[in-house]
């Protein structure tokens, strides 16, 4: 299929996630095919905004079972269904879920502080892929600097500029600021998806679902 926007359109789509989120990995990897299978890779402008699911979740975390049996409930027979599915729906998508028995839930700050900080540099959907693989995949604690550092560093955000930041109280009060307008615009969870800041579509939503949205949007642009 042939995109209907011209060559100098932009459709905007800003997403609303955490990167301790499973359904934000599906969610966008399903954005990601819709846009892929509509050919609008030149189209679309995605900006990645901060939500903490924990923002209180201690520096040492917590191990994940026990925080969702405590927060949600979740059984261990729920749990190990929950984690098998996600491993299978990732698959599907391109995307490895690498959980693990002592799996822990972190503090996110630190990691959407990088993400914040690396739209000024082009690096925005790098370094939120970086982070989910490297909590999701490589069962990394993405609460610890030194390792924030190396992967900050790995998709070309220098190396000395994000331990500054990350050390920076001042920075860590912009997040927690942008946050706070997310929640006073009613947002309660994540996924989140915007479009040209009007259409919104909450939760991992099927690539279909994305499709149609990005369809409809794209023709009230044309009108």
């Not at 100098?8 to 819709?34: E, F, N």
């Not at 890779?41 to 994940?64: A, R, T, V």
């Not at 149609?212 to 009108?223: D, G, M, N, Q």
């Amino acid at each position: 299929m042939n995109s209907p926007l011209n060559h100098s359109t932009l459709l905007k789509v800003d997403i609303l996630s955490d990167v301790v989120c499973p359904w934000c990995v599906i969610g966008y990897k399903r954005l990601q095919k819709a846009i892929q299978e509509l050919q609008l890779e030149d189209k679309i402008s995605i900006e990645w905004h901060p939500f903490e699911l924990n923002p209180q979740m201690s520096p040492e975390g917590e191990n994940l079972r026990s925080h969702l049996a405590a927060k949600y409930g979740t059984t261990l027979e729920g749990s190990i269904a929950a984690r098998k599915h996600l491993t299978e729906l990732g698959a599907e998508l391109g995307f490895r879920f690498n959980y693990f028995d002592e799996m822990r839930m972190y503090n996110t700050r630190k990691a959407h502080l990088l993400i914040h900080k690396a739209k000024e540099k082009g690096l925005q959907e790098a370094m939120s892929q970086a982070l989910f693989e490297a909590f999701f995949t490589h069962q990394q604690d993405i609460s610890d600097s030194d390792q924030l550092v190396d992967i900050a560093a790995s998709v070309g955000f220098d190396a000395d500029e994000a331990r500054q930041l990350l050390g920076d109280d001042t920075e860590h009060q912009i997040i927690q600021t942008l946050e706070q307008q997310w929640l006073s615009y009613g947002f309660q969870g994540v996924p989140a998806f915007i479009f040209n800041h009007g259409v919104t579509l909450t939760g991992a939503q099927e690539i279909d679902t994305f499709k149609s949205v990005l369809e409809r949007v794209i023709a009230e642009e044309l009108v």
